[in-house]
Protein backbone atom coordinates (compact mmCIF):
# COMPACT_ATOMS: atom_id res chain seq x y z
CA UNK A 1 0.00 0.00 0.00
CA UNK A 2 1.42 3.63 -1.30
CA UNK A 3 0.20 6.01 1.33
CA UNK A 4 0.82 9.95 1.37
CA UNK A 5 2.58 10.94 4.74
CA UNK A 6 -0.02 12.66 7.39
CA UNK A 7 2.25 13.86 10.83
CA UNK A 8 -0.84 12.54 13.06
CA UNK A 9 -0.92 8.74 11.79
CA UNK A 10 1.99 8.34 9.53
CA UNK A 11 2.36 5.24 11.49
CA UNK A 12 -0.73 3.80 12.17
CA UNK A 13 -0.77 0.53 10.94
CA UNK A 14 -4.39 1.15 8.99
CA UNK A 15 -4.53 2.27 5.53
CA UNK A 16 -4.36 6.30 4.62
CA UNK A 17 -5.15 8.08 1.18
CA UNK A 18 -3.75 6.06 -2.13
CA UNK A 19 -1.13 7.46 -3.94
CA UNK A 20 -2.74 8.38 -6.84
CA UNK A 21 -0.46 8.95 -10.13
CA UNK A 22 -0.19 11.96 -11.70
CA UNK A 23 -1.85 12.26 -15.03
CA UNK A 24 -0.58 13.94 -17.97
CA UNK A 25 -2.25 17.17 -18.48
CA UNK A 26 -3.17 17.50 -22.56
CA UNK A 27 -1.10 19.11 -25.18
CA UNK A 28 -3.78 21.73 -25.46
CA UNK A 29 -2.80 22.84 -21.77
CA UNK A 30 0.58 22.28 -22.33
CA UNK A 31 0.69 24.72 -24.98
CA UNK A 32 -1.35 27.34 -23.17
CA UNK A 33 1.31 27.41 -20.42
CA UNK A 34 4.38 27.67 -23.22
CA UNK A 35 2.34 30.56 -23.99
CA UNK A 36 2.69 32.45 -20.69
CA UNK A 37 6.27 31.51 -20.00
CA UNK A 38 8.36 34.97 -20.39
CA UNK A 39 11.02 33.16 -22.82
CA UNK A 40 10.85 30.84 -26.02
CA UNK A 41 8.88 28.20 -25.98
CA UNK A 42 9.98 24.85 -27.11
CA UNK A 43 9.42 24.13 -30.97
CA UNK A 44 6.69 21.76 -31.50
CA UNK A 45 8.96 18.94 -33.11
CA UNK A 46 10.39 19.33 -29.38
CA UNK A 47 7.38 18.53 -27.67
CA UNK A 48 8.07 15.34 -24.90
CA UNK A 49 5.79 12.79 -26.84
CA UNK A 50 8.13 13.44 -29.76
CA UNK A 51 11.73 14.24 -28.37
CA UNK A 52 11.81 11.80 -25.10
CA UNK A 53 11.10 8.60 -26.86
CA UNK A 54 13.12 5.29 -26.09
CA UNK A 55 16.26 5.38 -27.91
CA UNK A 56 17.14 1.66 -27.52
CA UNK A 57 13.93 -0.37 -28.06
CA UNK A 58 13.63 -3.67 -26.68
CA UNK A 59 13.85 -7.27 -28.57
CA UNK A 60 10.72 -9.01 -30.00
CA UNK A 61 10.46 -12.61 -28.46
CA UNK A 62 11.66 -14.15 -31.57
CA UNK A 63 14.64 -11.34 -31.47
CA UNK A 64 15.56 -12.48 -27.90
CA UNK A 65 15.69 -16.39 -28.19
CA UNK A 66 17.48 -16.25 -31.24
CA UNK A 67 19.95 -13.81 -29.30
CA UNK A 68 20.15 -16.14 -26.44
CA UNK A 69 20.57 -18.66 -28.57
CA UNK A 70 23.97 -17.38 -29.56
CA UNK A 71 25.49 -17.64 -26.08
CA UNK A 72 28.02 -20.44 -25.60
CA UNK A 73 27.34 -21.77 -21.91
CA UNK A 74 30.82 -21.27 -20.86
CA UNK A 75 32.40 -23.72 -18.07
CA UNK A 76 33.81 -21.08 -16.80
CA UNK A 77 31.55 -17.72 -17.50
CA UNK A 78 33.24 -14.68 -17.52
CA UNK A 79 30.28 -12.61 -17.93
CA UNK A 80 28.56 -13.82 -14.05
CA UNK A 81 32.08 -12.80 -12.82
CA UNK A 82 31.29 -9.27 -14.77
CA UNK A 83 27.85 -8.79 -12.89
CA UNK A 84 28.83 -7.21 -9.54
CA UNK A 85 25.93 -9.33 -7.68
CA UNK A 86 26.90 -12.17 -9.24
CA UNK A 87 23.55 -12.74 -11.53
CA UNK A 88 23.30 -16.41 -12.74
CA UNK A 89 23.33 -15.37 -16.40
CA UNK A 90 24.24 -18.23 -18.37
CA UNK A 91 21.07 -20.39 -16.51
CA UNK A 92 18.52 -17.33 -17.11
CA UNK A 93 19.71 -17.09 -20.85
CA UNK A 94 19.66 -20.90 -21.13
CA UNK A 95 15.75 -20.88 -20.09
CA UNK A 96 15.39 -18.16 -22.00
CA UNK A 97 16.29 -19.86 -25.35
CA UNK A 98 14.03 -22.49 -24.68
CA UNK A 99 11.19 -20.05 -24.14
CA UNK A 100 11.00 -21.17 -20.49
CA UNK A 101 10.28 -17.20 -19.46
CA UNK A 102 8.69 -18.00 -15.88
CA UNK A 103 11.83 -19.86 -15.09
CA UNK A 104 14.26 -17.23 -16.31
CA UNK A 105 12.46 -14.61 -14.49
CA UNK A 106 12.87 -16.86 -11.67
CA UNK A 107 16.73 -17.35 -12.12
CA UNK A 108 16.83 -13.77 -12.06
CA UNK A 109 14.89 -12.95 -8.91
CA UNK A 110 17.33 -14.70 -6.77
CA UNK A 111 19.86 -11.85 -7.40
CA UNK A 112 18.34 -8.93 -8.59
CA UNK A 113 15.46 -6.64 -7.21
CA UNK A 114 15.39 -4.42 -10.06
CA UNK A 115 16.11 -6.38 -13.23
CA UNK A 116 13.72 -4.10 -16.08
CA UNK A 117 15.97 -1.13 -15.01
CA UNK A 118 19.49 -2.70 -14.60
CA UNK A 119 18.58 -4.72 -17.89
CA UNK A 120 18.30 -0.81 -19.29
CA UNK A 121 20.66 1.56 -16.58
CA UNK A 122 23.31 -1.21 -15.89
CA UNK A 123 27.17 -0.12 -18.14
CA UNK A 124 26.48 -3.33 -19.56
CA UNK A 125 30.23 -3.18 -21.54
CA UNK A 126 32.21 -2.72 -17.99
CA UNK A 127 30.39 -5.50 -16.50
CA UNK A 128 28.89 -8.36 -17.50
CA UNK A 129 28.58 -8.04 -21.72
CA UNK A 130 31.83 -6.64 -21.33
CA UNK A 131 32.93 -10.18 -20.21
CA UNK A 132 31.46 -11.66 -22.77
CA UNK A 133 34.51 -14.55 -24.87
CA UNK A 134 31.77 -13.52 -27.88
CA UNK A 135 32.95 -9.61 -27.08
CA UNK A 136 36.69 -11.08 -28.95
CA UNK A 137 35.26 -11.54 -32.04
CA UNK A 138 33.08 -7.90 -31.89
CA UNK A 139 29.72 -9.04 -30.93
CA UNK A 140 29.25 -9.75 -27.30
CA UNK A 141 25.89 -11.33 -26.31
CA UNK A 142 23.12 -8.74 -25.39
CA UNK A 143 22.61 -9.31 -21.85
CA UNK A 144 21.17 -6.16 -20.55
CA UNK A 145 18.46 -6.00 -23.56
CA UNK A 146 18.23 -10.24 -22.39
CA UNK A 147 17.43 -9.34 -18.87
CA UNK A 148 14.99 -6.23 -19.98
CA UNK A 149 13.70 -8.59 -22.12
CA UNK A 150 12.58 -10.75 -19.41
CA UNK A 151 11.29 -8.16 -17.19
CA UNK A 152 9.38 -6.88 -19.50
CA UNK A 153 7.60 -9.75 -20.30
CA UNK A 154 6.89 -10.67 -16.94
CA UNK A 155 5.61 -7.61 -15.94
CA UNK A 156 2.91 -7.83 -18.96
CA UNK A 157 2.25 -11.40 -18.43
CA UNK A 158 2.03 -11.47 -14.83
CA UNK A 159 4.20 -14.50 -14.08
CA UNK A 160 5.97 -13.66 -11.24
CA UNK A 161 3.96 -15.27 -8.11
CA UNK A 162 6.14 -15.53 -5.39
CA UNK A 163 5.78 -18.05 -1.87
CA UNK A 164 6.26 -15.29 0.63
CA UNK A 165 6.25 -16.28 4.19
CA UNK A 166 4.56 -14.76 7.42
CA UNK A 167 6.01 -11.22 8.38
CA UNK A 168 6.87 -12.35 11.57
CA UNK A 169 10.39 -11.71 11.58
CA UNK A 170 10.34 -8.69 12.76
CA UNK A 171 9.71 -4.35 11.59
CA UNK A 172 12.63 -2.60 9.21
CA UNK A 173 12.25 0.84 8.44
CA UNK A 174 13.76 1.99 5.77
CA UNK A 175 14.35 5.26 4.39
CA UNK A 176 14.67 6.04 0.76
CA UNK A 177 13.16 4.13 -2.45
CA UNK A 178 16.09 4.58 -4.43
CA UNK A 179 18.06 1.21 -5.76
CA UNK A 180 19.39 0.93 -2.41
CA UNK A 181 16.13 1.02 -0.41
CA UNK A 182 13.92 -0.87 -2.81
CA UNK A 183 16.71 -3.92 -2.42
CA UNK A 184 16.96 -4.05 1.20
CA UNK A 185 13.22 -3.76 1.56
CA UNK A 186 12.59 -6.69 -1.45
CA UNK A 187 15.22 -8.97 0.04
CA UNK A 188 14.17 -8.37 3.93
CA UNK A 189 10.45 -8.76 2.76
CA UNK A 190 11.29 -12.32 0.89
CA UNK A 191 12.97 -13.09 4.15
CA UNK A 192 9.68 -12.54 6.57
CA UNK A 193 10.46 -8.90 7.56
CA UNK A 194 7.22 -5.98 7.71
CA UNK A 195 9.20 -3.45 6.03
CA UNK A 196 7.74 -0.14 5.71
CA UNK A 197 9.72 2.34 3.13
CA UNK A 198 9.61 6.11 3.59
CA UNK A 199 9.66 8.54 0.89
CA UNK A 200 10.12 12.19 0.80
CA UNK A 201 9.32 12.64 -2.74
CA UNK A 202 5.32 12.37 -4.09
CA UNK A 203 5.96 9.18 -5.43
CA UNK A 204 8.52 5.97 -4.97
CA UNK A 205 11.38 5.36 -6.91
CA UNK A 206 14.25 8.36 -5.88
CA UNK A 207 16.90 8.93 -8.55
CA UNK A 208 15.40 5.93 -10.85
CA UNK A 209 12.00 8.51 -10.71
CA UNK A 210 13.31 11.76 -10.74
CA UNK A 211 16.84 11.95 -12.27
CA UNK A 212 17.13 9.97 -15.33
CA UNK A 213 15.71 10.87 -18.32
CA UNK A 214 12.17 9.19 -19.92
CA UNK A 215 14.00 8.03 -23.06
CA UNK A 216 17.35 6.06 -21.06
CA UNK A 217 14.54 4.69 -18.51
CA UNK A 218 10.80 5.30 -18.46
CA UNK A 219 8.88 6.72 -15.71
CA UNK A 220 6.14 3.01 -16.14
CA UNK A 221 9.28 0.91 -15.88
CA UNK A 222 10.08 2.48 -12.45
CA UNK A 223 6.29 2.04 -11.46
CA UNK A 224 6.08 -1.49 -12.98
CA UNK A 225 9.53 -2.39 -10.28
CA UNK A 226 7.92 -0.80 -7.55
CA UNK A 227 4.86 -2.24 -7.81
CA UNK A 228 6.54 -5.96 -7.76
CA UNK A 229 8.49 -4.77 -4.38
CA UNK A 230 5.22 -3.88 -3.29
CA UNK A 231 3.78 -7.03 -4.21
CA UNK A 232 6.28 -8.94 -1.31
CA UNK A 233 4.30 -6.67 1.40
CA UNK A 234 6.44 -3.77 1.70
CA UNK A 235 4.58 -0.56 2.65
CA UNK A 236 5.45 2.96 1.11
CA UNK A 237 4.46 6.54 2.70
CA UNK A 238 5.54 9.08 0.48
CA UNK A 239 5.90 12.80 0.87
CA UNK A 240 7.36 12.15 4.76
CA UNK A 241 10.76 13.43 4.40
CA UNK A 242 12.46 11.74 8.29
CA UNK A 243 14.17 14.19 9.99
CA UNK A 244 11.52 16.60 9.19
CA UNK A 245 7.74 17.46 11.03
CA UNK A 246 8.93 15.31 13.77
CA UNK A 247 9.71 12.32 12.01
CA UNK A 248 13.13 11.03 13.31
CA UNK A 249 15.00 7.76 13.38
CA UNK A 250 14.09 7.88 17.62
CA UNK A 251 10.34 8.39 16.92
CA UNK A 252 10.63 4.87 14.58
CA UNK A 253 12.23 3.12 17.18
CA UNK A 254 9.40 4.49 19.49
CA UNK A 255 6.85 2.88 16.90
CA UNK A 256 8.35 -0.32 17.49
CA UNK A 257 10.71 -0.91 14.56
CA UNK A 258 13.44 -3.31 15.07
CA UNK A 259 16.01 -1.58 12.56
CA UNK A 260 16.12 1.60 10.27
CA UNK A 261 18.19 1.33 7.08
CA UNK A 262 19.58 4.78 5.35
CA UNK A 263 19.30 4.76 1.35
CA UNK A 264 18.82 8.47 1.43
CA UNK A 265 21.93 8.57 -1.53
CA UNK A 266 23.54 12.02 -2.40
CA UNK A 267 20.93 14.56 -2.51
CA UNK A 268 23.38 17.97 -2.23
CA UNK A 269 24.97 18.30 -5.34
CA UNK A 270 28.40 19.85 -5.72
CA UNK A 271 28.61 23.84 -6.58
CA UNK A 272 31.30 26.38 -7.47
CA UNK A 273 30.46 28.84 -5.42
CA UNK A 274 34.86 29.70 -5.34
CA UNK A 275 34.24 30.67 -8.97
CA UNK A 276 33.59 34.08 -9.79
CA UNK A 277 29.88 34.74 -11.10
CA UNK A 278 28.52 31.13 -10.06
CA UNK A 279 25.60 32.69 -8.22
CA UNK A 280 24.41 34.34 -11.70
CA UNK A 281 21.22 33.46 -12.71
CA UNK A 282 21.76 30.48 -15.99
CA UNK A 283 23.98 28.63 -14.02
CA UNK A 284 21.86 25.53 -12.20
CA UNK A 285 22.62 22.67 -11.41
CA UNK A 286 21.99 19.73 -13.82
CA UNK A 287 19.83 17.39 -11.02
CA UNK A 288 17.13 20.17 -10.77
CA UNK A 289 17.28 20.51 -14.33
CA UNK A 290 16.41 16.87 -14.91
CA UNK A 291 13.95 16.42 -11.97
CA UNK A 292 12.25 20.07 -13.72
CA UNK A 293 11.92 17.89 -17.50
CA UNK A 294 11.04 14.63 -15.69
CA UNK A 295 8.02 16.36 -13.92
CA UNK A 296 7.28 18.36 -17.54
CA UNK A 297 7.19 14.89 -19.10
CA UNK A 298 4.52 13.78 -16.21
CA UNK A 299 2.53 16.76 -16.37
CA UNK A 300 3.54 18.16 -12.95
CA UNK A 301 4.62 20.79 -14.07
CA UNK A 302 4.27 23.71 -16.74
CA UNK A 303 6.88 24.08 -19.77
CA UNK A 304 8.18 27.68 -18.15
CA UNK A 305 9.46 25.94 -14.72
CA UNK A 306 12.26 24.01 -17.13
CA UNK A 307 15.26 26.07 -17.12
CA UNK A 308 16.01 26.06 -20.81
CA UNK A 309 14.71 27.82 -23.65
CA UNK A 310 14.63 26.75 -27.68
CA UNK A 311 17.91 27.95 -29.11
CA UNK A 312 19.78 28.88 -26.08
CA UNK A 313 23.63 27.67 -26.24
CA UNK A 314 24.11 25.46 -23.35
CA UNK A 315 27.25 24.40 -21.71
CA UNK A 316 27.65 21.38 -19.02
CA UNK A 317 30.25 21.05 -16.59
CA UNK A 318 31.43 17.47 -16.19
CA UNK A 319 32.08 13.73 -17.57
CA UNK A 320 29.82 11.46 -15.72
CA UNK A 321 26.37 10.08 -16.72
CA UNK A 322 24.48 12.99 -14.96
CA UNK A 323 26.47 14.92 -17.71
CA UNK A 324 25.44 12.66 -20.35
CA UNK A 325 21.53 12.90 -19.28
CA UNK A 326 21.63 16.79 -18.95
CA UNK A 327 23.41 17.25 -22.45
CA UNK A 328 21.30 14.57 -23.88
CA UNK A 329 18.10 16.24 -22.41
CA UNK A 330 19.20 19.91 -23.46
CA UNK A 331 19.77 18.67 -27.08
CA UNK A 332 15.75 17.41 -26.78
CA UNK A 333 14.73 20.98 -25.78
CA UNK A 334 16.19 22.21 -28.54
CA UNK A 335 19.44 23.48 -27.23
CA UNK A 336 22.64 24.03 -29.11
CA UNK A 337 25.05 21.89 -26.30
CA UNK A 338 28.40 21.72 -25.11
CA UNK A 339 29.91 19.56 -22.54
CA UNK A 340 33.09 20.69 -20.92
CA UNK A 341 35.05 18.45 -19.24
CA UNK A 342 38.32 18.83 -17.14
CA UNK A 343 40.16 15.74 -18.00
CA UNK A 344 40.21 13.59 -21.50
CA UNK A 345 37.95 11.42 -23.13
CA UNK A 346 39.55 8.40 -22.00
CA UNK A 347 39.42 9.43 -18.48
CA UNK A 348 36.01 10.39 -18.20
CA UNK A 349 33.26 8.03 -16.18
CA UNK A 350 30.57 8.25 -18.36
CA UNK A 351 28.88 5.05 -19.78
CA UNK A 352 30.56 4.58 -23.35
CA UNK A 353 27.05 3.97 -24.97
CA UNK A 354 26.24 6.99 -23.46
CA UNK A 355 29.16 9.19 -24.75
CA UNK A 356 28.44 7.78 -28.07
CA UNK A 357 24.44 8.45 -28.06
CA UNK A 358 25.14 11.59 -27.52
CA UNK A 359 28.02 12.29 -30.05
CA UNK A 360 25.34 10.46 -32.41
CA UNK A 361 22.69 13.69 -31.36
CA UNK A 362 24.65 16.17 -31.55
CA UNK A 363 26.58 17.58 -28.12
CA UNK A 364 29.91 18.81 -28.50
CA UNK A 365 32.75 18.35 -26.33
CA UNK A 366 35.54 20.41 -24.94
CA UNK A 367 38.67 18.00 -23.58
CA UNK A 368 40.73 19.18 -20.64
CA UNK A 369 38.60 22.58 -20.56
CA UNK A 370 37.90 24.44 -17.23
CA UNK A 371 35.74 27.06 -16.07
CA UNK A 372 37.50 30.02 -14.47
CA UNK A 373 34.62 32.37 -14.23
CA UNK A 374 31.18 33.09 -15.09
CA UNK A 375 30.55 36.64 -16.79
CA UNK A 376 27.72 38.37 -16.82
CA UNK A 377 25.78 39.18 -19.90
CA UNK A 378 23.78 42.30 -21.12
CA UNK A 379 20.51 41.48 -19.73
CA UNK A 380 22.40 40.79 -16.34
CA UNK A 381 21.72 37.23 -16.69
CA UNK A 382 24.80 34.39 -17.78
CA UNK A 383 25.60 35.60 -20.89
CA UNK A 384 29.29 33.69 -21.58
CA UNK A 385 32.33 31.93 -19.49
CA UNK A 386 36.32 32.43 -19.31
CA UNK A 387 37.73 28.65 -20.13
CA UNK A 388 41.24 27.60 -19.64
CA UNK A 389 41.77 25.16 -21.93
CA UNK A 390 45.06 23.26 -23.98
CA UNK A 391 44.97 26.41 -26.55
CA UNK A 392 45.26 28.86 -23.71
CA UNK A 393 42.49 30.81 -21.76
CA UNK A 394 38.81 32.02 -23.97
CA UNK A 395 35.81 33.48 -23.24
CA UNK A 396 32.87 31.60 -24.95
CA UNK A 397 29.60 32.76 -25.17
CA UNK A 398 26.99 30.40 -22.86
CA UNK A 399 23.20 31.22 -22.13
CA UNK A 400 22.92 28.52 -19.71
CA UNK A 401 25.62 26.10 -17.49
CA UNK A 402 24.37 23.11 -15.74
CA UNK A 403 26.95 21.42 -12.87
CA UNK A 404 27.46 18.01 -13.07
CA UNK A 405 30.35 18.10 -10.59
CA UNK A 406 29.41 15.62 -7.87
CA UNK A 407 27.09 15.19 -5.30
CA UNK A 408 27.20 14.40 -1.45
CA UNK A 409 24.95 13.37 1.17
CA UNK A 410 22.14 15.58 2.93
CA UNK A 411 22.41 16.06 7.07
CA UNK A 412 18.74 15.87 7.42
CA UNK A 413 18.89 12.85 9.47
CA UNK A 414 22.27 12.79 11.12
CA UNK A 415 21.70 16.44 12.32
CA UNK A 416 18.53 14.87 13.71
CA UNK A 417 19.91 11.98 15.29
CA UNK A 418 22.27 10.93 18.29
CA UNK A 419 25.32 8.70 17.91
CA UNK A 420 25.78 8.45 13.60
CA UNK A 421 29.40 9.24 12.51
CA UNK A 422 30.00 10.49 9.29
CA UNK A 423 33.00 11.59 7.53
CA UNK A 424 34.63 14.81 6.56
CA UNK A 425 32.06 15.10 3.60
CA UNK A 426 29.18 13.69 4.98
CA UNK A 427 29.28 10.35 4.06
CA UNK A 428 27.99 7.87 6.87
CA UNK A 429 30.37 5.37 8.12
CA UNK A 430 29.63 2.03 8.48
CA UNK A 431 31.46 -1.43 10.41
CA UNK A 432 31.35 -5.00 9.11
CA UNK A 433 29.64 -6.67 11.96
CA UNK A 434 26.59 -6.43 11.40
CA UNK A 435 27.69 -5.37 7.89
CA UNK A 436 26.42 -2.02 6.79
CA UNK A 437 25.42 -1.21 11.01
CA UNK A 438 26.27 3.01 11.95
CA UNK A 439 27.68 3.63 15.19
CA UNK A 440 24.03 3.98 16.38
CA UNK A 441 22.67 1.03 17.47
CA UNK A 442 20.09 -0.66 15.09
CA UNK A 443 20.93 1.92 12.09
CA UNK A 444 22.01 1.06 9.08
CA UNK A 445 22.97 2.57 6.23
CA UNK A 446 24.15 1.68 2.36
CA UNK A 447 24.75 2.58 -0.81
CA UNK A 448 25.87 6.65 -2.34
CA UNK A 449 25.29 7.19 1.34
CA UNK A 450 28.46 5.29 2.32
CA UNK A 451 29.84 4.46 -0.71
CA UNK A 452 29.60 7.51 -3.02
CA UNK A 453 28.17 8.36 -6.09
CA UNK A 454 28.13 4.82 -8.22
CA UNK A 455 25.79 2.93 -10.59
CA UNK A 456 22.32 1.43 -9.90
CA UNK A 457 23.29 -2.23 -9.91
CA UNK A 458 26.55 -1.13 -7.42
CA UNK A 459 23.97 0.26 -4.99
CA UNK A 460 22.08 -2.69 -5.24
CA UNK A 461 25.76 -5.15 -4.09
CA UNK A 462 25.76 -2.73 -1.58
CA UNK A 463 22.17 -3.27 -0.01
CA UNK A 464 21.99 -6.51 -0.45
CA UNK A 465 24.99 -7.20 2.01
CA UNK A 466 23.52 -4.65 4.49
CA UNK A 467 20.16 -6.44 3.72
CA UNK A 468 21.96 -9.86 5.26
CA UNK A 469 23.27 -7.58 8.43
CA UNK A 470 20.17 -6.49 9.56
CA UNK A 471 18.25 -9.98 9.21
CA UNK A 472 21.21 -11.18 11.59
CA UNK A 473 21.11 -8.15 14.12
CA UNK A 474 17.14 -8.23 14.26
CA UNK A 475 17.53 -12.01 14.95
CA UNK A 476 20.07 -11.41 17.65
CA UNK A 477 18.25 -9.20 19.30
CA UNK A 478 14.91 -11.02 19.41
CA UNK A 479 17.23 -13.93 20.38
CA UNK A 480 18.41 -12.12 23.46
CA UNK A 481 14.75 -10.88 24.39
CA UNK A 482 13.48 -14.39 24.52
CA UNK A 483 16.37 -15.14 26.59
CA UNK A 484 15.52 -12.71 29.07
CA UNK A 485 12.06 -13.38 28.82
CA UNK A 486 12.85 -17.15 30.09
CA UNK A 487 15.18 -15.78 32.54
CA UNK A 488 12.65 -13.65 34.10
CA UNK A 489 9.98 -16.20 33.93
CA UNK A 490 12.40 -18.51 35.90
CA UNK A 491 12.96 -16.18 38.46
CA UNK A 492 9.26 -15.71 39.16
CA UNK A 493 8.60 -19.15 39.63
CA UNK A 494 11.30 -19.53 41.55
CA UNK A 495 9.88 -16.40 43.56
CA UNK A 496 6.54 -17.83 43.91
CA UNK A 497 7.73 -21.15 44.90
Request: hydrophobic share 35%.
Given at each position: ?36 A ?6 A ?5 A ?44 E ?26 C ?5 C ?16 K ?6 D ?18 R ?28 G ?13 EY????S ?21 VG ?34 S?L ?5 S ?22 R ?22 R ?10 K ?12 E ?50 S ?23 V ?10 G ?11 Q ?8 A ?34
Amino acid sequence: MIRNFAPANYLMKSSGVQYQKKKNIMSEQIEQQNNKATDAPVSAANEPAAAFQVVNEGFSTREAIEEAKRCLHCKVPQCRKGCPIENDIPEFVHELSMGNMGAAMSIINEKSNLPAICGRVCPHEKQCQGHCVLGKKGKPVQIGKLEQFIADFDTKMKLSREKLPQKTRGRVAVIGSGPAGLTVAGDLARQGFNVTIFEGQAEPGGVLMYGIPEYRLPKSVVRDEVSKIEALGVQFITNCMVGENNVTIDSLFRAGYDAIFMGTGTSVPQNMDSTPGSKLHGVSQSTYFLHNVNAYNEGALPRDMVPLRDGEKVGVIGGGNVAMDAARTAIRLGADVTVLYRKTQEEMPAIQSEYEEAVKEGVKFEWKTTVEAFLKGKNGRLGSCVLNTPDGEKVEKFDRIYLAIGSRPANRIVSTTAGIEVDEKGYVKVVDRPFGMTTRRGVFAGGDVVHRPQTVVLAMKAAKEVAQGIAQYVDAIKLLEEAKRIEKSGTTEAENE
